[in-house]
């Protein structure tokens, strides 16, 4: 097991999945990551040197990344809504924000968009 | 309130909302805010639920019943890595393939025996586990079909035998020379055997063998880079590629790196006494990674070293000649999996351990010095387009065709076609110097009828062929492998066919 | 046409009446020399009767009718008789050809004749060429009996058959007689290379054929390369291997089209006739061995309402 910024990885997983399992790393930060500590990219938690753990950990906790940056989303949402935008007014209604047609297939921004938004 | 008709033309106006009674809860749209049809249409009443039928929108008319359920499979899954364990699997031999009677082992007089062209001749047993540390053997190869691994002699073997005659032999003038050569031929023609082959006679011969069985493995980006502090631009190498290099190395030459004692000084490993032998030098890498590149370069420095260092004279030995064989080079021709700093994609020739093995097929510089042989084999089943190399290849064909790097005739690459600098760079004619033999290209095609009879009898004689094996039969088979190619004839040797003879137009018949 | 006309004693009759009236001057060259209407008796010749007139003009005086020459009367039918009896048919023109075709065939109905299989082969219109040809819309039915009274025509012995009947039946021929072109069979070229084409499904083959040692070539390439399955290329080679000929020929073929199988089957087809050009006694080998039996199915074409070719939807009720 390995920790990086607080979470405890088994050795067996892909480094890169890994980081993508932060809220706010995806595909390509996490390339880029890697890249930046030339780390290949089917390199295994297990393989990391301490040194590389440690790089990592640093630069994530610069990173607006998991709580920080979920409150980042929300509180952009809350604006929108405070200052009487429509994009605010369709996060509050639950449609569709950016223009999308609602005849059909709306189910994810029904399920998704709320003032209060699951992240 | 405003009257609904436009006085001017008597048209219906509509209602503006705001004067529209509002409703004091919002209610979810349910249906689009603008229909060309009535409310009715677009709620259409409910079907009976009972009915099969229960058409929506744009559905065919087909009728459409519920499939059924899988059954699940509960079996357990195999473990980890076991899958990929049975599928590199190799199996070098088969109980009920009948032993081939009076079958020769080769060794050094069967290798360059021309009466032997066209038999197959049995791998020495001692010698399998060597070929299996190099990785010579590839799954899906055909070995498991025989009682024992063997291969045809067919031309190029024999030529290649004489090679290493020549050079490992006592004529001074052929005696340390070195042969370079790229491998190119059709698929299933034989690259990779021939390789083994190599590699087999180098084991025959005392040579030190080093391979690069899959040249795909160092750019595929599934082992481990890091850069080369302070170099620029940056270099990489690959302590565990490397590692794995000396691995194949001290496992399959051990007789003879056990046999060499130090005899240089290298910078970066202090603690070497010369004492140790190469082996032990080798096993330095293995153990710890990030040594292995430095044990590597020193270990090649002790192999091509033709004196000892002043103080370290006691014991030293000549090297023997050294063999490299490299298989599915155009990998090394095309992008890397890596990436660099600042995310842009590692050349490949920026890989320390590829650029020395490519580099030596530079020949203006000494490269072995004790003479040995470079096969470079390019593959056609794992094998990513490379421009550049396609290029480069042509122009070695040109030069060995006679024509001249300044007339109009000789390959270029075409204009805007991005060929890589680099990669034709390597493929410049360089002048032999000393003993360097310059680069050829050997393209390997199909056998001879000769050497393909030889081969099916030995199918025959293992027990897979039924047929009667005669010149009509063989020369059937020839033209069907495309001309004797032998990983064809191989398919065609294990494929149970119905016999193709059909009655000859007899004189009652008519 | 049909308007009736006075008869002939009336006519002459009125004529008289009108020359005797004094407020009608006719001059003599506008006056109709012939009737155009059928009935009249012979018309007398006109100098002799116009000369008298003129003079006898001013005296007015009554002159009876010239005697009706009953010798010269002549009866003829009273309107305008089309030039063919199949005139109010349907379709004249065609029964005209019939009824000259079923003319001549009575008149020479005791020539000798010859089995059908000998009468030499004729290229009749085809039914839309004859519709064009007589310019009316000719049944197939009726067609058909046209042409068995031709065929009938053309089984008199060439050697003794009238010209008449000859010039009647040319008449009926498409031009540009396509039997009469003679059949050149095929030939290995002076290169010693025979040609051959092949097809199968969607795909043709091309086939050459020299004589070798078993080399085969598939669009410029191995044939390992374009038939990486090995039941291809034995079906490919098939006519050469089931006469093991197959160390005794270079094969070189051009093929497109299809998949292949098609492909591979083309071929086989291809390099059999090629190999029956070289070798015509393999003729009945090959036969036997299906080389040279060409397979003319092809795809049957999709239909509207059907969900393949024959497939019908699902029956559903309502």
Known sequence: MVFILGVNFPERNLLKKSLQSFFGIGNDTSSRLLARFNIHPTCRVGELANKQVLDLTAVLSEMKIENDLRREVLNDIKRLKETGTYRGRRHALGL??????????????VKLNRMERRL | MASPWCWSCLSPLRTPRAILPSSTTTTRITTAGFHSTAVQYAMPAKKNKNSITQLKYRQGQTLRRKKKKATENRARPPAIGERKAMRKRIVLSNPNALEVEGMQELSPETMIDNRLRGSVLGLPVTM???????????PRQGWNIFRRPGTVLRRDALELGQLFEKISGDDPAEKGKVVRKIITGPKGSGKTVHLLQAAAMGFLKNWVVITVPDAYELVSGTTSYSPIEGSNPPQYVQPNATSALLKRTVEANSKVLESLKVSQKHAGLENLKPTMTLKDLAQLGLGDAALSWPVFQALWAELTATSPAPGMENGFQSRPPTLVTVDGLSHWMTKTAYRAEDYSFVHPHDLVFVQHFLSLLKSDKPTLKNGGMLLYATSTSNNPSSYSLEVGLDQMIARQDGVSPTSPDYPAPEAYSNADPRVLELFKPTAASGKEGVLELQTLGGLTREETRGYLEYFAQSGLLRENINEKWVSERWSLSGGGIIGELEKLGRHVSAPAKLAQPTPDVE | MARHAPNGIVQAMQLLRLQGTPYRRVIPSLRPTARFYATETEPQTPSTEALPEQTAE????????????????????????????????????????????????QKYASLPQVPAGEAPRMAWFKLAQFRDFVG??????????????????????????????????????????????????????????????????????????????????????????????????????????????????NVWVRVHGGGSTGQAEAITLAIGRALMLHEPGLKPVLRKAGAITVDARRVERKKPGHVKARKMPTWVKR
């Open chain 2, 128 to 138: 399998l586990d060597q070929l299996r540390a190099v990785q010579a053997f590839k």
């Open chain 3, 58 to 105: 001013p005296q007015l005086e009554v002159r009876p009718a010239p005697e009706i020459n009953f010798a010269k009367f002549q009866q003829r039918p009273a309107r305008i008789v089309p030039a063919s009896r199949a005139y109010f048919s349907g379709n004249p023109r065609f029964i005209d050809h019939v009824l000259n075709l079923e003319h001549l065939q």
């Open chain 3, 136 to 249: 009316e819309a000719v049944p197939v039915k009726k067609y058909r009996s046209l042409l068995k009274l031709l065929q009938q025509l053309n089984r008199i012995e060439p050697g003794i058959a009238p010209q008449e009947v000859r010039t009647a039946i040319s008449v009926f021929l498409r031009p540009g007689n396509p039997y009469a072109k003679e059949h050149t069979p095929r030939e290995v070229d002076e290169n010693g290379c025979a040609r051959a084409k092949g097809k199968r499904k969607t795909s043709t083959a091309v086939v050459q054929l020299v004589e070798g040692e078993g080399e085969v070539l598939v669009n410029g390439r191995s044939i390992v390369d374009v038939f990486p399955r090995v039941d291809d290329r034995e079906k490919a080679l098939w006519a050469l291997r089931s006469t093991e000929r197959i160390d005794k020929y």
């Open chain 1, 96 to 109: 569709p924000v950016r223009g999308q047609r609602t005849r059909t297939q709306i189910k994810t921004p």
